[in-house]
């Protein structure tokens, strides 16, 4: 069965620095990975989605890679900003349904 | 782009009464609609997946019978969690393939549900 882990799985930092955020796999049959922000008590908001045979994807100041054989995505986040404290959470899909990651809970300091 | 609506987005409701939450695609037709569960600090947890015109796939560990789920048209499915009980208070989000699309596209979820039974 699939499972995906997120560390850290809790992330505080200044205002204005960069982060990067971790996912693991351990199956790579996958047709893609999603990347996910959720807001206390709200739903999911799809922030950027790769496809196995793609590499990576950006989206303004968010960078996503993916490295299917060795099971691994990364989320870079660029000068980060209040705004941007989350929880953040990658899934994969191999097709029918998603498996999630527990998260990373994000804090960015003023 | 694609919305998935999700209705209450919070309700509170005593042991023992039944709820019902709505999962709406707004302009796409959903085939399939797939209902997660999320309890504190864990991750989403797949329920089951809800197919238009027949009978829900329920994963392992999950009451059929508890957990109802009707998906009448394209555009709406419902999930009832019936004689509910203090250990159902959860999350749980309906989510949809985007329209297009195969394996390859990603889904849209709606706002989830908070539950809370007391």
């Known amino acids: 069965k699939q499972e995906v882990t997120q560390i850290p799985a809790a992330l505080s930092v200044p205002e204005g620095e960069n982060l990067v955020l971790n996912c693991s796999f351990t199956d790579s049959a996958i047709y893609n990975l999603q990347w996910f922000r959720q807001d206390p008590g709200k739903g999911l908001t799809s922030l950027l989605l790769?496809?196995?045979?793609?590499r990576e994807q950006t989206s303004g100041r968010l960078n996503a890679s993916l490295d299917k054989s060795s099971g691994r995505s990364t989320l870079y986040i660029a000068a980060s900003q209040p705004g941007d404290s989350a929880t953040y959470l990658c899934a994969v899909s191999p097709g029918n349904q998603f498996y999630f990651g527990t998260g990373t809970s994000l804090t960015v300091i003023p | 782009g694609a919305v998935v609506s999700q209705h209450p987005s919070r309700v509170i409701c005593k042991s023992g009464t039944s709820v019902k939450i709505e999962c709406r695609s707004l302009d796409f037709q959903a085939t399939t609609m797939f209902w997660y569960r999320q309890f504190p600090k864990q991750s989403l947890m797949l329920m089951a997946t809800s197919n238009e015109g027949s009978k829900a796939t329920y994963e392992q560990g999950v009451e059929k019978d508890k957990f109802l789920i009707n998906h009448a048209s394209l555009t709406l499915s419902t999930l009832t969690v019936t004689s509910a009980h203090p250990e159902d208070s959860s999350f749980y989000i309906c989510?949809?393939?985007?329209?297009?699309?195969?394996?390859?596209?990603?889904?849209?979820f709606g706002s989830g549900t908070r539950l809370t039974v007391v």
């Open positions: 790769i496809q196995s045979s793609q």
């Open positions: 989510s949809a393939r985007a329209p297009g699309g195969g394996f390859n596209y990603g889904y849209t």
